[in-house]
């Protein structure tokens, strides 16, 4: 059948206008319409979300003086040369921060002024990734699966933290893990026998089984990063967290664990890392 005759004669006209007024809104920045991966936003845009965002006038990441989770969103933003405020908070400080938090917790990320403060570090990690991304840093690729497989590492290291952060805690608030309520506990022998028990036993146990995988991850990837030769935000999140586990700041956790349990290809990995220019210069020490 010919299509022509499926046609009413008033849609010739009417797709030649419709055309032309789209082509006219596009060139008026009206309609803001590009491929999905390089959309940018615009305050006319009817694209809201966006893969490459655009780089804020200011951002402020607000944590406690110390890396935790904030540490892997600090370091992706180094590497992709975003500039941001480090605001440490002092610990005398937070209970009067606390309730000023959207969620009461840390770290906060206030991008363009106050009235936007985001919240959740893998969140902001992704944010920062892609902020990397449109400075010419891309450290968080986007689209197919090359992002599936920058997200599944970030899940997977994920999960190691989750794994690993009741044996931490339990040091530190044993009350959250069954044991007695009264503060007097804390720190007792039995305290520190059953810190210790649960400490060695993921170090010795579940510990080597994490980094078996990462091994073999980054065998199959060339063995340079977690996602291949490039290094990603999957990275500035392993990183920091096998630093601390060698850091011998953490009671019953030995210095040497990473290195016995890791080898040679785990050492060379976070030498790697670390000998990324911008991540030196992000440990350097600074003038204050
Ligand atoms: N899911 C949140 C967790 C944030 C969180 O638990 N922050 C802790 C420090 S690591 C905090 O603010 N603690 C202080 C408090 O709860 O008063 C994230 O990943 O950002």
């Given at each position: 059948?010919?299509?022509?005759?499926?046609?009413?004669?008033?849609?010739?006209?009417?797709?030649?206008?419709?055309?032309?007024?789209?082509?006219?809104?596009?060139?008026?920045?009206?309609?803001?319409?590009?491929?999905?991966?390089?959309?940018?936003?615009?305050?006319?845009?009817?694209v809201k979300m966006t893969a490459t965002p655009p780089l804020p006038s200011?951002?402020?990441?607000?944590y406690f003086d110390i890396q935790g989770p904030a540490e892997k969103i600090r370091l992706a933003l180094s590497i992709g040369k975003v500039p941001f405020e480090d605001r440490r908070i002092k610990f005398d400080?937070?209970?009067?921060?606390?309730?000023?938090?959207?969620?009461?917790?840390?770290?906060?990320?206030?991008?363009?002024g106050e009235d936007t403060r985001v919240t959740q570090s893998d969140a902001l990690l992704r944010y920062a990734?892609?902020?990397?991304?449109?400075?010419?840093?891309?450290?968080?690729?986007?689209?197919?699966?090359?992002?599936?497989?920058?997200?599944?590492?970030?899940?997977?290291v994920d999960e190691m933290a989750n794994s690993w952060a009741p044996r931490l805690y339990v040091g530190m608030s044993p009350k959250n893990f069954g044991y007695p309520e009264d503060d007097s506990w804390k720190?007792?022998?039995?305290?520190?026998?059953?810190?210790?028990?649960?400490?060695?036993?993921?170090?010795?146990?579940?510990?080597?089984?994490?980094?078996?995988?990462?091994?073999?991850?980054?065998a199959k990837?060339?063995?340079?990063?977690?996602?291949?030769?490039?290094v990603t935000i999957a990275d500035c999140y392993l990183v920091p967290m096998l630093n601390r586990l060698a850091s011998g700041g953490i009671d019953y956790v030995e210095k040497e664990c990473v290195v016995k349990h890791g080898g040679d290809e785990i050492t060379a990995y976070v030498d790697r890392f670390m000998?990324?220019?911008?991540?030196?210069?992000?440990?350097?020490?600074k003038d204050v």
């Open positions: 059948m010919c299509a022509s005759k499926s046609i009413p004669p008033f849609s010739f006209p009417f797709f030649f206008f419709s055309r032309l007024l789209f082509r006219v809104l596009k060139s008026e920045e009206i309609l803001r319409i590009n491929t999905p991966y390089t959309v940018h936003s615009h305050p006319k845009s009817v200011s951002l402020k990441l607000e400080e937070w209970q009067q921060l606390k309730a000023t938090m959207p969620f009461g917790k840390v770290p906060v990320l206030t991008i363009d990734g892609r902020l990397a991304n449109a400075n010419g840093v891309e450290l968080y690729p986007q689209g197919g699966m090359a992002q599936l497989r920058t997200d599944e590492m970030v899940s997977f720190g007792s022998e039995e305290h520190k026998k059953a810190t210790e028990l649960a400490r060695t036993r993921w170090i010795n146990d579940d510990f080597p089984v994490y980094l078996g995988h990462i091994k073999k991850q980054l990837n060339g063995g340079k990063f977690l996602c291949g030769d490039q000998g990324i220019e911008e991540v030196k210069k992000w440990y350097a020490p």
